[in-house]
């Protein structure tokens, strides 16, 4: 089993930043790749980005490229969504997802899901 615990969503205005946390444990945590998916309202979760531990490996999204960076503290198995030049579209929960599959990108190759936090792009 792996828990994933989301944290960091919040408000923020256009062109701002946000750094998202996401917090694995188990004792298989060091086994899966951590992804990043997002939800709008009456939209499909949306794949963002992942990273593999102890790697530089990345792989993103088309609509985030160039402005989210994924980083990992390897240590403490957590995952960090840096988000910057956010947009209205942007606006979604997003949620942390631990999976065997690489390159991800898929749901149906998502073990774990965290329950997601709230990110608001608003002025």
């Known amino acids: 089993q792996v828990q994933l615990v989301e944290s960091g969503g919040g408000l923020v205005q256009p062109g701002g930043s946000l750094r998202l946390s996401c917090a694995a444990s188990?004792?298989?945590?060091?086994?899966?790749?951590i992804s990043w998916f997002r939800q709008a309202p009456g939209k499909e979760r949306e794949f963002v980005g992942g990273?593999?531990?102890?790697?530089?490996?990345?792989y993103y999204g088309d609509s985030v490229k160039g402005r989210f960076t994924i980083s990992t503290d390897d240590t403490n198995k957590t995952s960090y969504l840096q988000m910057n030049s956010l947009k209205f579209e942007d606006t979604a929960v997003y949620y942390c997802?631990?999976?065997?599959?690489?390159?991800?990108?898929?749901?149906?190759?998502?073990?774990?899901w965290g329950q997601g936090t709230q990110v608001t792009v608003s002025s």
């Open positions: 997802a631990a999976g065997s599959r690489w390159p991800p990108g898929g749901k149906e190759f998502v073990n774990y």
């Open positions: 188990g004792r298989t945590a060091s086994m899966y790749i």
């Open positions: 990273r593999m531990w102890s790697s530089d490996l990345t």
